[in-house]
């Protein structure tokens, strides 16, 4: 009976995570874990919900890679760490699916339709590809509890956001504002200005018109003022022209007509011209011109210069055009100059009727037509197509328009300097986000645009008199005299009524609130804060951890913080780690339009997940772009995966033949070859090392220190000890690989969940009183007493030398397997134990050590004379290396007997006769026949295979053992 479950000569990662995955399902580890640390310090966790209408990509896998690789160290140094999962169920996203399934086109076909229906629908819709992400979650082993996940579209939940918002309004910070917002015409609602930090919002080398206008002075007509703008449908509703008041302007005379523009905006002119006076903006103010359309009411203060502090030389003319309703500055400017601002341009985007030259055309489509209108009546100076940053909605992907609204805002300026504050207290990954993507974003901020105008969303719970106009804000059911059992959403809430003190009817406002607040209310929405769960919301605010990719810095990251700055006057969160974005092998965004989006479960299926997990965590540090391709992840990730396995394969398989007792004890430390003191001590450090690295959320230092280790204890330990396990009973050996491999699959848990489950199965399989999973374990403590930087650095030093001797034999022609008698180190004095270690791995009868020569750091040299006896072993060793490659092609297992028939030239049968017994224990022979060249293969042997041993031909013939072990050489012929 094996003392290991032998483990199959090839392994797919994909089929044995599979299986592990049901053995989790089967013997409840998730849930044993949890109810393991039922009673432990909580290590808080907070999920950032997705939207379940769509499906999962590979950019997912990054983020729930993270995620669980820190829970899941937590989990194992002892804390209690809880994983609610939870569902952004509101929003734009949402509509625009059941809008597309409808083939509805806009907002009025939405309310012909019905918005109770709309709403059901959208309901239904959020929830469409739940189990595949569910499935997803699974498969790659981040373990969620989606049985009690939260949904941001739950009576609970809305009831908390109400009481948020009340709070918010108590303060003073919600309000009601006249202001120009980034706004979708195609989903007729404003957007906010964290919403534009979205990936894709905006896009480089968009084309747009740039046309150079002339404005006519009234006083006389042959005096144009020039002005660029990038928007000539706004023109329609220009109200002014902005000039610096301290910026120095010229007029030149070009032809028949003089121009007025800034003197450091003279290169926008065509062709020449003559300067005939140079004067300050401050002489321009309050000159009045003729208006280029005739839609907008007469105003005795519009159409006039005016001196405006956003005027810039940078780009146009130095002279701004003005139209109050579609651009921030412009409202403000329009506002102090007391000038009414009038909309030429509906919620549709398309002229009003009573532009009647350009009614009903959307903006962008009479930017042309507007252009060709101007050239008609020479008021065109220049037209040209440039190409820049636009803003585009991030849902619908329409271009956005600056467009004046009536909205509802949270004063969030009212906070800035705790929200910099709380934010510098953040340990952030990669740091510089901290004061960098994150900081700046809150030293430029701005209100944030709450309201929404549309249908599927939390309803904004503010009520106003239709007779006083007073404002109340609701926040909870029970202000309403509803119960728990409502929905709360539109078109129900709508119908609700206050009475007022004024005794008039106070009714909804008709907006609902940016998904976002909604998201980032989940630390006590989760929990029906105030309402309940008091004490777990306490000891679960802030969260220790959350990680979501880059994008979200101004998404859930900034609402995180903003809410709970607002009302807790605390950070949402003590540490982040924030991975970039995932890309295309070549650096390309990954989209469907180009082809190169990559299905996550053909990756997975290819690669399996733990590759992929392992990939994320080492090709780069975090902050840094992901190329990803199969072929990447199977190039780094997957060949790492294999020689761990393949070196617990070589202890299952020899410990297996050598009958070893994993269960007895192994003798002390101090009393084993100084390999296995050496890996200890390698074992040791790394322990530290990772430990040190998690502990400051830096998963990609940890794992390039246990793949480190990995790749020292398969080549070098492995390499230098493999006569201690072949054919020997070395316990400490077995004892020493046991241990090293049993810790890296604890070191490796929570990083590759599966793999490490799976070797750690078979490592305590025959220990009794072992856990069922590596998952219910501890994680690796330090252990000083193993640590020994000495030897750490001497085997350093003999690993350098090793490789300085192995160039000396290549540069001198002489193989590694012909033995030499001595090598001479120079400026080191080693132990016998190593110059042992040194002379076996450089193939040499010794190691002499002798002081140096000169000054400088140590060196070897090779005595490359050869004798007899040496030339003979040298021929036995080829002869083993050609033998065990010929056992591993004919399929026969380690330790499996087998039978060789050797036909060469004398030499070499003389070689294999004086070494028989190496010949026989290295690879496992019963018998060792040799014949004559010219001879056939004796009966029952394959046809042999010719090799060359250092020049000398020889023929192999393998077969299995027929005889029992005990063999010796034997003559034919």
């Known amino acids: 009976m094996p ?107 939405i309310e012909e339709f019905g918005v109770e229906e709309f709403n059901r629908l959208c309901r239904a819709s959020v929830m469409e590809y739940i189990d595949e992400w569910e499935r997803l979650t699974g ?12 949904r941001t579209y739950d009576p609970s939940y809305i009831e908390s956001v109400w009481w948020s918002l009340q709070q918010i309004h108590q303060r003073g910070w919600l309000y009601r504002g006249y202001r120009v917002a980034p706004y979708c015409p195609r989903c007729q609602t404003s957007l906010s200005s964290h919403e534009l930090g979205q990936p894709g919002a905006y896009r480089d080398n968009t084309p747009d018109p740039g046309v150079t206008v002339r404005f006519r002075l009234i006083e006389d007509p042959g005096t144009s003022l020039l002005a660029w703008t990038t928007t000539p449908w706004t023109l329609p509703g220009n109200l002014a022209l902005a000039v610096g008041a301290e910026i120095p302007y010229v007029r030149v005379r070009q032809g028949d007509e003089r121009l007025i523009l800034a003197r450091g905006r003279l290169d926008v002119l065509d062709g020449a011209y003559e300067i005939e006076a140079e004067f300050p903006g401050s002489e321009l103010v309050g000159l009045s011109y003729q208006r280029l359309f005739p839609y907008l009411s007469e105003q005795d203060r519009a159409w006039k210069v005016a001196a405006a502090d956003f005027v810039s030389t940078e780009e146009g003319t130095g002279i701004v055009h003005t139209a109050g309703a579609y651009g921030e500055d412009d409202l403000r400017l329009c506002q102090e100059l007391g000038l009414e601002v009038r909309h030429t341009v509906g919620l549709d985007g398309r002229f009003l009727p009573f532009v009647e030259e350009f009614a009903g055309l959307f903006v962008k489509s ?42 509802w805002f949270i004063r969030t300026t009212a906070v800035k300097e705790a929200l910099l504050r709380h934010n510098a207290s953040v340990g952030w990954v990669p740091s510089h986000i901290r004061d960098g993507r994150m900081g700046n974003w809150l030293e ?143 650096g390309r965004k990954m989209s469907k339009s180009r082809g190169n989006v990559i299905d996550p479960w053909e990756l997975l299926g290819e690669t399996g997940a733990d590759a992929l997990r392992w990939w994320f965590y080492t090709t780069v540090t975090v902050g840094q772009e992901y190329r990803i391709s199969a072929q990447r992840v199977a190039e780094s990730a997957l060949k790492f995966l294999n020689v761990l396995w393949n070196t617990q394969s070589f202890l299952v398989t020899y410990a297996n033949l050598a009958k070893w007792d994993p269960s007895q004890t192994p003798p002390d430390v101090s009393a084993r070859h100084v390999l296995d003191r050496w890996i200890l001590a390698r074992l040791a450090q790394t322990v530290d090392e ?35 396990f072949r054919g020997t009973t070395d316990g400490a050996a077995f004892a020493t690989l046991h241990q090293v491999l049993l810790d890296i699959s604890r070191l490796m848990a929570p990083f590759t969940p599966f793999v490490a489950d799976a070797m750690y199965r078979e490592l305590t399989s025959p220990l009794p009183g072992s856990h069922l999973s590596v998952h219910l374990e501890m994680y690796p403590e330090p252990d000083p007493s193993r640590l020994d930087p000495e030897l750490v650095r001497d085997m350093a030093e003999l690993r350098r030398l090793a490789e300085e001797a192995r160039a000396l034999r290549e540069a001198a022609g002489v193989p590694t397997r012909q033995p030499l008698a001595r090598a ?76 060789l028939v050797l036909a060469s030239d004398p030499e070499l049968e003389e070689a294999a006769s004086a070494g028989r017994e190496l010949l026989r224990s290295q690879c496992f022979l019963d018998t060792v026949l040799t014949l004559a060249w010219d001879l056939p293969m004796p009966a029952g042997f394959p046809a042999p295979v010719e090799v060359a041993i250092q020049g000398k031909r020889a023929r192999l013939g393998l077969r299995p053992g027929i005889e029992p072990r005990g063999g010796g050489v034997h003559q034919t012929g």
């Not at 129900?492 to 909804?508: K, N, P």
């Not at 998201?519 to 006590?524: I, L, T, V, Y």
């Not at 430990?691 to 204890?713: G, K, M, Q, T, W």
């Open 3 to 109: 003392v290991f479950e032998p483990l199959p000569a090839h392994v797919r990662f994909p089929e044995l995570e599979e299986n592990v995955l049901a053995r989790w399902g089967r013997e409840r580890i998730f849930e044993r874990s949890l109810e393991q640390r039922k009673d432990a310090r909580p290590f808080v966790f907070y999920e950032g919900p997705p939207t379940a209408n769509g499906l999962p990509g590979v950019h997912h896998i990054l983020a729930r890679s993270f995620k669980d690789c820190f829970l899941r160290y937590q989990q194992m140094l002892g804390r209690r760490v809880e994983r609610r999962g939870g569902w952004d169920t509101h929003g734009l996203p949402v509509e625009l699916e059941v809008e597309r399934s409808l083939k509805l086109r806009s907002k009025q076909e």
């Open 824 to 899: 001479l180190v120079e400026g080191v004095d080693m132990s016998a134990e190593l110059r042992a270690v040194l002379a076996q791995e450089i193939n040499v009868g010794e190691v002499v050590c002798q002081p140096a020569t000169e000054r400088g750091r140590s060196s070897v040299r090779l005595d490359f004379e050869l004798t007899p006896e040496l030339r003979q072993e040298g021929l036995l060793r080829g002869l083993v290396r050609q033998v065990q490659n010929l056992r591993k092609r004919s399929g026969l297992n380690p330790g499996e007997p087998a039978d």
């Open 690 to 724: 990772v430990r040190l690295s998690l502990d400051r959320f830096d998963a990609h230092s940890a794992c390039r220190a246990i793949a480190e280790l990995v790749d020292e204890a398969s080549t070098w330990y492995l390499r230098c000890s493999r006569p201690r």
């Open 366 to 407: 009479a930017d042309p037509v507007i252009s060709d209108d101007l050239r008609r009546r020479g008021l065109l100076y220049r037209e040209e197509t440039i190409l820049h940053t636009y803003p585009f909605c991030w849902r619908c992907e329409t271009p956005l328009l600056y467009y004046a609204l009536d909205s």
């Open 139 to 150: 498969r790659i082993g981040f373990w969620l509890d989606m049985e009690h996940a939260y």
């Open 444 to 586: 430029s901020l701005q209100d944030w645009n709450l309201s929404r105008a549309r249908y599927w969303g939390t309803p904004l719970p503010v009520w106003v008199c239709q007779s006083c106009q007073q404002e109340r804000c609701v926040g909870s059911f029970a202000e309403l005299g509803l119960g728990q059992d409502i929905d709360p959403h539109k078109p129900f809430i709508d119908g609700v009524t206050l009475a007022c003190e004024c005794g008039g009817v106070m009714r909804r406002v008709p907006e609902v609130i940016d998904c976002w607040y909604d998201s980032g209310a989940m630390p006590f929405a989760q929990w029906h804060y105030p309402f309940e769960n008091q004490e777990r919301f306490q000891e679960e605010h802030p969260a220790d951890y959350i990680s979501e990719a880059l994008d979200q810095t101004r998404g859930w990251f900034y609402t995180l913080l903003a809410e709970s700055v607002m009302l807790f006057d605390q950070p949402a969160y003590r540490n982040v780690v924030v991975p970039s974005l995932v890309v295309d092998d070549k």
